[in-house]
């Protein structure tokens, strides 16, 4: 079998595409735009790539957006005294907090200082109990994005035995509730899995999120499976290359996505869904 790519760059241009026709038709009817303010502490490369691209794509549909720099060496009160003020802020719709965050800062209470209902990461405890049980409000975007993405394949998931190799609170972890949600069998592996090639053999999605390039060979894929790659990983002439051999596992797979153009893009087409959703304003 050679897989189809799935691809997340043209998905994720179809949701800008229509939020942007949303977002003027209500902001031309007197509407005030989602806003969405996003808090960078220090100078971690890839995180400076990833808020630059979360600006650029609020700018793209109409949102109301802030870009919050700070020191690297910011102590935790004055952290905590912006998400307040950005809690407080009637512009601001959803609250990002880039991470991870530098040594003296305690993520957890930050990200608990968020109100739940402008946590667009849905990353607060709120928001991950609401998804663990069934009653999403706001979902963490990459996991969204691969289920926006799974869903335009038009595969049915029910019954299907998922896989996932990683259990990041980013990815993993709420990965397996909303395959859950969607009535897949699952398996989190992790660096004390045994065996874990035969668990990714049993895959009918497998769900690749270790940041370890080309971790994944072609022979642990099963013959028509749905594989997605959540890695970025920068290799030494400063191309990008995700965590599973690409041209190994689309021999063999039904479904794959790229990297890059798949889950990366989806994953800040989900956030731009996340703070209409914050607004007010349904998305689906
Ligand atoms: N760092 C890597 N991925 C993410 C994400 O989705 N949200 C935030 N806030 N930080 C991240």
């Known amino acids: 079998m050679t897989a189809q790519v799935l691809d997340g760059k043209a998905i994720a241009a179809d949701i800008r595409q229509s939020l942007q026709a949303r977002i003027s038709s209500m902001v031309a009817n007197g509407e005030r735009p989602p806003g969405l303010a996003v808090v960078l502490v220090g100078e971690d490369p890839a995180s400076q790539v990833y808020v630059r691209n979360k600006a650029r794509a609020c700018q793209e549909v109409g949102f109301y957006s802030e870009v919050h720099r700070l020191a690297r060496e910011t102590a935790q009160p004055d952290l905590l005294a912006l998400v307040d003020r950005l809690n407080a802020d009637p512009r601001i719709d959803g609250i990002l907090v880039q991470l991870p965050l530098p040594p003296q800062i305690d993520a957890e209470a930050v990200i608990e200082r968020i109100l739940p209902s402008k946590d667009v990461d849905g990353f607060h405890p709120?928001?991950?109990?609401?998804?663990?049980?069934?009653?999403?409000?706001?979902?963490?975007?990459?996991?969204?994005?691969?289920?926006?993405?799974?869903?335009?394949?038009?595969?049915?998931?029910?019954?299907?035995?998922?896989?996932?190799?990683?259990?990041?609170?980013?990815?993993?972890?709420?990965?397996?509730?909303?395959?859950?949600?969607?009535?897949?069998?699952?398996?989190?592996?992790?660096?004390?899995?045994?065996?874990?090639?035969?668990?990714?053999?049993?895959?009918?999605?497998?769900?690749?999120?270790?940041?370890?390039?080309?971790?994944?060979?072609?022979?642990?894929?099963?013959?028509?499976?749905?594989?997605?790659?959540?890695?970025?990983?920068?290799?030494?002439d400063g191309g990008l290359v995700g965590d599973v051999d690409f041209a190994a596992c689309a021999a063999r797979a039904a479904w794959i996505t790229p990297v890059p153009g798949g889950v990366g893009p989806m994953t800040i087409a989900s956030l731009l869904e996340n703070t209409c959703e914050a607004r007010g304003w349904a998305t689906s």
């Open 126 to 236: 709120y928001n991950v109990g609401r998804l663990a049980l069934r009653l999403p409000r706001l979902r963490p975007c990459t996991p969204k994005g691969i289920m926006t993405m799974l869903a335009r394949t038009g595969v049915p998931l029910e019954g299907l035995d998922a896989v996932i190799i990683g259990q990041s609170n980013i990815v993993g972890r709420p990965m397996a509730l909303e395959l859950l949600a969607a009535r897949c069998t699952i398996t989190v592996c992790h660096s004390r899995t045994r065996d874990l090639a035969d668990k990714a053999r049993g895959a009918d999605i497998l769900v690749a999120a270790i940041g370890r390039p080309a971790f994944v060979p072609g022979d642990w894929i099963k013959e028509g499976a749905l594989v997605i790659d959540v890695g970025i990983n920068r290799t030494a």
